[in-house]
Structures are given as C-alpha cells and as structure tokens.
C-alpha cells in the first residue's frame, strides 16, 4: 500500500478501491453453496483466547441470513460517506453556499495536515457501526508479542484481499480494542494519496488515523516521535487479482521500498497476517488474452486501480448479492524485526533485511495457519 509517491519502481501498494461492474450469474451455485456454508460458521469456537474488546457471538450472522436487522443497515452507514460528496457541491448553488465556501477556505488552511501526522479522532474510532462490523464477521486481533511505545514501527499488511476488511477493522477502528492491546502505540493504515484530495472523505480518513502513502506523510510519522505504527499494504492493487478463497500468494518478491523507508529511519518491521481476508468473496478471474482482462489493466493504468469483478452473500438465505460472506477474519501480528537507522542504506543492506522480513512472515503463517483456518499442507508464496 505504500507508493504511489514512494519509489514506485520498487512498489505498487496500497488499498485500493474496487469496482463491482457485473455479478456473473453462471457462478450463483457456488454463492449459494458458500452462503449456505456461512450458516454453519463459528463466530467463537476455538478463537475464543484471541483478543477482542467483547465477546463474540453469532447473532449478527443470524440477523443476516434472516434478511433484516442492524448488520443490513451498516451497509447504508457506510454508502452515506459517500453520497455527501455530490450533496456537498450542490451546496454551492443553494441558499446554503456560505457553508462549503467556509468549508473550502478551511481546506485551504488545511491541505498539508494528511502529511504531517493527520488529525485523528478517538470518538470517531469509537463509533458504534465498526462493532457492527467487527461482529459481523466477527473480526479479531492476535498479539504475538509486545510492541515497546520506544519504537516506531513499519507494518507490512498482508494480504490485500478485496477491501481490507481486517486491516480496516483492526487498525482505523477501536473496535477490537488495539489501544489496550497495545498500549502506547498509535496506528496509521497509510491508503491512496487521492483520497486526501476530496473534501470531507479527507477529514473522515484522518479521524480514523488513516494517513496518506506519500513518502512525506510516511517520513513523518516515522521522524516525529516514538509509538508509532504505519501499516502498508504491501501487495497493493496487483495482489487485489489474487484474492481468492483459498488463496495464500503474497506479490512481495520485489516489493523492497517498505524495507528502505525502514532503514531509513531504523523503523522496526513488523509482519501480519490477515487470516480469511480472501475468504469474504468469490472473485471471477479472467484469461490474461480476453479483453475483459485488457479492460481491467487500461483502468489500472488511467485510475491507478483495478475493477474487480466479486461477490458475495444476498440479503436472503441462499442467494448471491454483494455482501461479504460472514467469515472469521483474524488479523495476527508478528514480533518486530529490530532495524538499524541507516540514512543512505545499501541494495545490498535493503535485501538482506527484505529476506529476514520473507523468513519472518512465512515463520508467522506457519506458526498460526492450522489454528486459523488454513490446512497444515498449505504454503505460503511470494510472487
């Protein structure tokens, strides 16, 4: 998730948007199957020792299939963010004009605020709609090891899925409480340098400690202070196509200008793992010579992302619609990776902490992927 701004030779990542453009109705019985399959998961089970700021249950999965309820509203929550935008323009031809003039006056005053550490809100973190959303899934936080507000941190977040939900969740949110699991560190989930371009969008994101992937807005962070932790999602829009149930491939081989930034201001690396991120959708995927597959990578190269073709549950028992399977997500975070501060590091110093951070998240996979989900055959591969 870390560059547009930032060496984008070395890396495209960062969360991505992604549009739903058709829903291929030859593939509805696998919906319904894995729908139907979502009736039958646990919310708790064997999660119950992960950290979470309530205990989770299964009467938000229960809500959904039954087609009513809180969990059905949340969606609406979430879509209004977006809908003031257009309402905010027409204001300028209204009677009301004087509020989007002040509005923009301030955003004059205001534009280089994304950079330089944001304006995070701790009621806005707190809101009760990411409860709904954690529960939902539900969606959990595993520490591994403590995290000394002595540091600052650099987070790789993996995988990139289709909408983040688990990075989203667990780091923009307090909604699985990571301001007492790890107390004394501040999270950044660093997200499209363009959002902080759009008025009001911009001050929604930075409430919630969402910072702009721009080299300036990371360099920043990391330089200001101790405690903080940025995460990038390293694999970006390109690792968005490989977000499959079942999918474990990381587009991480080549993706080294995380590490430099690291060693750049002896940032510690700290690698994660978001178990079920591919689980929540059915992606359809394209022949690399059909145009639909030529479509999607001419979009990615005029709006810097892909438009995806997913799906998901419907609002009734059995059908296929667009929202997200109800799945255990578990976000895992590793132990840090001490980082030397080196000004002007080496390839060579860049390669060798980028292998040590490879080794460090295929050991974290291992180490959980039984536990979370996944078969003890499964591997973790890096593209």
Known sequence: MMCTDHQKADTQCRICPLVVIALPQGELHSA???ADDCEHSSSGGS???LHSSTKLSNSGLDLL??????????????????????????LLFTSLWLLPALYFAWLFLDWKTPEQGGRR?????NWYVWTQIRDYFPITILKTKDLSPEHNYLMGVHPHGLLTFGAFCN?????????KIFPGITPHLATLSWFFKIPLIRDYLMAKGVCSVSQPAIDYLLSHGTGNLVGIVVGGVGEALQSVPNATTLILQKRKGFVRTALQHGAHLVPTFTFGETEVYEQVLFEKDSWMYKFQSCFRRLFGFYCCVFYG???????????????PITTVVGEPLPVPKIEKPSQEMVDKYHTLYMEALHKLFDQHKTLLGCSKTQKLLFL
Do not use: D, N
Not at 74 to 83: A, D, E, F, H, Y
Not at 313 to 327: D, E, K
């Open 32 to 34: 319904r199957s894995r």
């Open 47 to 49: 999660l119950s020792h």
């Open 65 to 90: 299939l039954m087609g009513s309820g809180p969990k059905l509203k949340l969606m609406g929550k979430k879509s209004s963010v977006w809908i003031v935008q257009p309402l905010f323009i027409y």
């Open 121 to 125: 809100s701790t009621w806005v973190r």
């Open 171 to 179: 780091f923009c949110t307090e909604a699985t409480g990571f301001s």
């Open 313 to 327: 549950r419907g609002f009734s028992r059995g059908s296929a619609g667009l929202l997200p399977y109800a799945l």
